[in-house]
Each structure stands twice: as C-alpha cells, then as structure tokens.
C-alpha cells in the first residue's frame, strides 16, 4: 500500500488543522493506521493509532483530547483533526499502515509509511 498524508501548514497556536492520508490499494480496511510525527532534533514519536475496524483509537498522552484519528474506508483515508495546537506539535507529521487488526503505538510495528507533512505552529 502507498501512502500520502496530507494537509499540513502554518497556523497559529490555539488554531485547528486535519491533515489526511490516503491510502492506494483495495484492501485499505484490513489495516490499522497510525499518525506519528518527527520534530527537529528529536526522534520519531506515537501521536495516535486506529484499528481497521476504527472501533478503537489510543492517542499519546500530548495530544489526548486535542487529536482526534478517525478513517472512511470508502475514501482510502485516514485522517488527523488537531485542535488547541500548541507550538510543540511543530513536526513532520507520517501516516503509516500495517496489515492487522489492532492498533500499534510502534512504529518497528508498521511496515508502510507515508512521505510526511509539514505542521508549523507559531505562538
């Protein structure tokens, strides 16, 4: 499966932003997705996770009740709704996607990645 999450940009800090990914392939639904994020300097971090079924989603502890991942199976997408952000969600922002059925707060657990996008925000 090919991935291209999109969406990012510059915004300010208490604005909102959804970034997408979606998804080639016709087996889209038979995959859990994952949100991870990159900032400089720092490693690669969780963000959020969903299931393929979306019945179940876990967030990291610095986006819980901010984010919110959810997915249209009909569309191949999975999206990303950032509110409140905060100058420390500044990352590149990745989708990933393995073939299972549960979420994964690891990225070692993902075997396809998206190309990344860009989220800036300015305080």
């Known amino acids: 499966v090919q991935l291209q999450a999109l969406g990012g940009g510059l915004v300010q800090a208490g604005d909102s932003l959804r970034l997408s990914c979606a998804a080639s392939?016709?087996?889209?639904?038979?995959?859990?997705m994952g949100w991870f994020r990159q900032a400089p300097g720092k490693e690669r971090e969780f963000v959020a996770t969903?299931?393929?079924?979306?019945?179940?989603?876990n967030y990291a502890d610095s986006v819980k009740g901010r984010f919110t991942i959810s997915r249209d199976d009909a569309k191949n997408t999975v999206y990303l709704q950032m509110n409140s952000l905060k100058p420390e969600d500044t990352a590149v922002y990745y989708c990933?996607?393995?073939?299972?059925?549960?979420?994964?707060?690891?990225?070692?657990?993902?075997?396809?990645w998206g190309q990344g996008t860009q989220v800036t925000v300015s305080s």
């Open positions: 969903i299931s393929w079924s979306g019945g179940s989603t």
């Open positions: 990933a996607a393995d073939r299972r059925e549960y979420y994964s707060d690891f990225m070692q657990e993902y075997g396809y």
């Open positions: 392939g016709r087996t889209f639904s038979r995959y859990a």
